[in-house]
């Protein structure tokens, strides 16, 4: 079985300020690691995946997410938060033996203060 | 290119009655799936159809849940009586793989507004 869990639901950090978004998965074969971001309004969109490649995937917006094995983690960071960061922010996980399925955390808030 | 569309965006219905959700995937996806994500909680798989057949139902939560993709085109997803604990989000995504690829790595997942229903 599958899983990931997010560190806080919700999280606040001001304009300018490093955005660390903590997940860690748990998995029984090699996994691939995902972040979603859901704007308000709007449908999931992709942000970045892990596929067993390069260990630090870069994404769309300045958002890059390492994947450590040893911490079984996959933390999503930006070097500075823009105003415009402020939406839920989803980390998954599925397999190639997961065939239909990716598993969703349960959402973390970011919130930026200006 | 549209994107993944849901219809209605909001639905409430009292217990007992019966909501259709309806879900429009991206032309020529071939996978479709449906989420649901219940009270700021986990976003959880429901099924997973390739074209008209259902590929994995196994997240269906009960028999009063009936998903359809008839053609292979759009899908229904009802709810039949609903219950208060089937409040939530019900997200739709397509993907366009033809192949029993892993989902979100062999082609990107894209995600429709979703549709959110309150039971009251």
């Known amino acids: 079985a599958q899983s990931v869990t997010q560190l806080g639901s919700h999280v606040s950090v001001s304009e300018g300020a490093l955005v660390l978004l903590r997940c860690n998965y748990s998995?029984?074969?090699?996994?691939?690691l995902f972040w979603y971001v859901q704007y308000p309004n709007q449908g999931l969109q992709l942000l970045l995946k892990?596929?067993?490649?390069?260990?630090l995937v870069k994404g769309i917006n300045g958002f890059e997410a390492e994947f450590k094995k040893s911490e079984t983690s996959f933390h999503l960071t930006k070097p500075s938060a823009h105003m415009s960061d402020a939406a839920e922010y989803f980390c998954a996980v599925t397999s190639y033996s997961s065939a239909s399925k990716i598993i969703f955390g349960s959402g973390t808030r970011l919130s930026i203060r200006p | 290119e549209a994107g993944v569309t849901q219809f209605p965006s909001h639905s409430v219905i009292e217990k007992g009655q019966t909501v259709t959700l309806r879900c429009d995937p991206i032309s020529g996806h071939d996978n479709l799936y449906w989420y649901r994500r219940v009270m700021g909680k986990e976003i959880k798989f429901l099924l997973h159809?390739?074209?008209?057949?259902?590929?994995?139902e196994s997240g269906m939560p009960n028999n009063r849940f009936l998903a359809e993709r008839t053609g292979g085109t759009y899908s229904t997803l009802k709810v039949q009586p609903a219950e208060l604990e089937d409040s939530g989000v019900y997200f739709c995504a397509s993907s366009q793989d033809v192949t029993s690829g892993v989902p979100g790595v062999t082609g990107e997942l894209f995600f429709g507004e979703g549709s959110r229903l309150t039971v009251l």
């Open positions: 159809f390739v074209k008209e057949s259902k590929q994995d």
């Open positions: 892990y596929t067993s490649a390069a260990t």
């Open positions: 998995s029984s074969v090699p996994p691939y």
